[in-house]
């Protein structure tokens, strides 16, 4: 067998499944109109689009994407921290200790109360 009658052959199968899914999507879905439900998960909104959020959300959003980095960054580390050695390790131990500093200076800051 070729290997493009298997790429064909995946190919295929991939556009039936995308079409079943299609399918069967269009056989159990709501019939009615969603003019007065814009959202996917069928609710009316509470709130404007354009309305403000509190300053808070913002502090969390910062301190999830330094989590987020830490993790990032931590994987690839942790594939080469044998070869490297100590110096990895102290780096490492760098990285982190300036990413509490962020978090303790949030804390300080009262970014996760929420009264």
Known sequence: ???WTAV???VAV???GVLGIYLVSLVIRP???L?????????????????????RW?????????FDMEMVFMYP??????????MAL??????????????VYAWREGAFRWS
């Not at 913002?58 to 330094?66: D, E, Q, R, S």
């Not at 580390?77 to 100590?86: D, F, I, Y």
């Open 77 to 86: 580390w942790a594939v080469v921290v044998g070869e490297v050695g100590t």
């Open 31 to 33: 019939h009615e109109t």
């Open 1 to 3: 067998m070729s290997p």
């Open 58 to 66: 913002y502090a969390v959003t910062l301190v999830f994407l330094a």
């Open 35 to 55: 003019d007065a439900r814009p959202f996917m998960s069928g609710s009316p909104p509470r709130e404007h689009a354009l309305s403000r959020y509190h300053v």
């Open 90 to 103: 102290v780096e490492m131990f760098v990285f982190l200790g300036l990413l509490m500093v962020g978090v």
């Open 8 to 10: 064909l052959g995946l």
């Open 14 to 16: 991939l556009a039936f």
